[in-house]
């Protein structure tokens, strides 16, 4: 082991080149999660919000939350979903097909060679 890290040593400022290579890495890269029936969206990076790495909840296309991390700004989603009453709608499963498609799987994942 080397020696231990001293606060001084772990905070220290980057170079203007490693500054730069840093940002470059740290772009961000366009997020839209969108739930239509209550036209509530969570964005990072898009045309509709500032692309400064957070991240944006929005109501009709009104901001209601910026938050630094998307643990947090996923947490307010559910908050309001919750709220909301909101429910998926039901799904038809054709179960026949589904079965077919298990036993598919099955054969495939087992098969020898």
Do not use: C
């Not at 490693?18 to 890269?29: C, F, G, I, N, S």
């Not at 500032?50 to 929005?58: E, I, M, S, T």
């Not at 998926?88 to 054969?107: F, G, I, N």
Request: aromatic letters at 8%; zero cysteines; glycine letters at 6%.
């Amino acid at each position: 082991m080397g020696p231990p890290v001293t606060k001084s040593r772990r905070y220290r400022s980057r170079s203007p080149e490693k500054q730069r290579l840093y940002d470059a890495r740290m772009a961000t890269t366009p997020y839209r999660q969108e739930l239509p029936a209550l036209e509530l969206s969570l964005e990072r990076g898009t045309e509709h919000v500032p692309d400064d790495g957070a991240w944006y909840l929005l109501r009709a296309g009104q901001q209601i939350g910026r938050f630094r991390s998307l643990s947090a700004a996923r947490e307010a989603w559910q908050d309001i979903v919750d709220e909301s009453g909101w429910q998926p709608p039901p799904r038809d499963v054709d179960h026949k097909a589904a079965l077919a498609r298990e036993q598919k799987e099955r054969w495939a994942r087992n098969r020898a060679g």
